[in-house]
């Protein structure tokens, strides 16, 4: 005798259930039929309520992998190898995310982030932030600064279900020409530093910080000198806390790791995800390690200059012999008017302070000019009948891009040309 019962969850047909006797050849009875019914009932919950979060977490892990930079760029500056792991099947998908983003200068912002929580509303948060810090990056704020506004953003009223969510991010922007790193944290566990001679491992104090969203205390910014091949490992607190193991014993084995720094970066990345975490991780993990280079002085040029008229023609003409012993003649004129304009203007708007000109070589030819002044430059587009007020339009339309980012004792307006082809 068998009995055939459908498996029901909110009126969908899930499959069917046998029952069947197997020395009892007897019909069912009302009880033995009631508890057949509850069985499949309760199965069907079950297979239902799997189904469901099979495929909310699937959503979610795609999200969040669609969200994470698929490819990091190649850069002068860093040398970079990133992982993430995704929290195991009991956990769900979480928001950490990582990110390296190109800045002015042959500069490079470095972050790592974690958002508090599991599932699709924690990752599509962490896609906002990280669409966020990207468009403040392209400000060249510095790190305290873009955590601020970050900030902000985080503890604006919206949907109350955000509330709840926790964000904790580290910002930090490394200059290849001056190999000094600037740094903050809001919450965040300190990066880890590896010294390229003696191979120590070093945890900065960096300013704390409170979680973004909080308020209270500001943000701070400290800078560290890193010595050319240095690594620098970023990372989220999945990797260093876990459910059977002490915080303190996973740093040391992270120590051990990067202390063999010498390895290709991709191979260290496995190394450590495999000595720190050799089964599946209680949480999100998000690691990305960083080998520093210093740019060349071959491929850098540099001229202080008084707040005088008489020395525009001197600065056009210093930075276009330069051009030319970078082989790069081509750029000479566009070279000079770009010098010419940006000179002009610092010593007209920026006070008695001293000009300072750069020109770096890179995947670009950049130029810079440096004032004690504080006022940003506008783009307008001038009347026929006037005078001036020509001179950004032209550098906008001549070169590939420009730009103005502001420092502690002044600002710096920058502008790229693309290189020849060979």
Known sequence: ??????????????????????????????????VADELAARA??????????????SAALMLQRSLLPRNLPELTAVEVASRYLP?????????????????????????????????????????????????????????????????????????????????????????????????????HPPPAVVDPGTGEVTFPDLPPGPPLGLGGLPFETAELTLPEG???????????????RDVDDQLDRLRTVLADHDRPLDELCDRVTGSLLPGPPDDDVALLLVRTRILDHHRTAEWELAADPEVVGLARTAAATQVRDWDLDELTFTTEL????????????????????????????????????????????????????????????????????????????WAEQTLPAD
């Open 230 to 244: 240095s690594v620098l490992a970023l990372f989220t607190d999945g990797l260093v806390r876990t459910h059977d």
């Open 87 to 187: 929290a195991d099947g009991k956990a769900g998908v979480g928001g950490d995310w990582f990110d390296v983003i190109p800045l002015s200068g042959t500069r490079v912002g470095l972050v790592v982030g974690d958002v508090v929580g599991h599932g699709l509303r924690a990752a599509a948060t962490m896609g906002r932030l990280r669409t966020s810090v990207r468009a403040f990056a392209q400000l060249d704020l510095a790190p305290d600064e873009l955590l601020a506004r970050l900030d902000d953003l985080v503890g604006q009223p919206g949907d109350p279900s955000d509330l709840a969510l926790g964000v904790t991010c580290l910002y930090a922007v490394y200059d290849p020409v001056s190999g000094v790193c600037r740094a903050a944290r809001a919450g």
């Open 44 to 57: 069907a919950v079950c297979i239902d309520n799997a189904r469901r979060y099979t495929r909310e977490h």
């Open 1 to 34: 005798m068998l009995l055939a019962v459908p498996l029901r969850a909110e009126a969908a047909t899930l499959g069917v259930v046998t029952f069947g006797w197997d020395r009892h050849p007897d019909p069912f009875e009302a009880g033995e039929l009631a």
């Open 338 to 413: 770009v010098v010419s304009e940006l000179v002009t203007n610092a010593i007209r708007y920026a006070g008695s302070g001293p000009v300072r000109l750069r020109l770096i070589r890179d995947r670009s030819l950049i130029c810079e000019v440096s004032d004690t002044g504080h006022t940003s430059p506008h783009l307008r587009h001038a009347s026929t009948d006037d005078e001036g007020g020509r001179g950004l339009f032209l550098i906008a339309q001549l070169t590939q891009h420009w730009g103005a980012r502001y420092t502690p004792t002044g600002k710096t307006i």
